[in-house]
């Protein structure tokens, strides 16, 4: 017993080595796989987002359609309707990265500001179908991008 407390750490370390190299191992496995397990969820919820996106792009695509060719302003056209849409996208925007945050953004802002003369006139319709069409490219970018 007295020969152990003698032991120089050299030796000691040597004695033991098997049992270090076992937990170096099992610290760098755990932290790889709680990193790993943290980017799975992380593209798992951004993607669940850009498909809701799609599905609300689209529906705010038939919105701008109803309003703007069939004059329809109560039931599918329903301006107030569209503000649901660019408000759940805007919603769902922000666990995507920045740049699809800001195509939310621009697209919630030209909505705002052509929302009113969609109905009537030709430049509003096309605002809003740049900022739908920019906003969709940007979601399909991103939805390519992730692992």
């Not at 925007?93 to 800001?102: C, I």
């Not at 705002?112 to 940007?138: C, F, G, N, V």
């Amino acid at each position: 017993m007295s020969k152990k407390k003698h032991q120089s750490i050299k030796s000691q370390i040597k004695d033991n080595a098997i049992a270090l190299i076992s937990i170096i191992i099992a610290i760098t496995s755990l932290s790889y796989n709680s990193w790993r397990n943290e980017l799975t969820e992380d593209n798992r919820n951004q993607r669940y987002a850009a498909f809701e996106i799609i599905l609300k792009i689209n529906e705010l695509q038939q919105v701008v359609f109803y309003n703007h060719y069939e004059k329809d302003l109560q039931h599918k056209g329903n301006p107030r309707l569209g503000w649901t849409y660019v408000l759940t996208i805007q919603d769902l925007a922000v666990v995507l990265p920045a740049s699809s945050n800001q195509s939310a953004n621009r697209l919630i802002a030209t909505w705002d500001q052509y929302w009113p003369t969609l109905h009537t006139e030709q430049t509003s319709k096309l605002a809003i179908e740049d900022s739908i069409d920019a906003m969709r490219k940007e979601i399909l970018r991103l939805l390519s991008e992730l692992e």
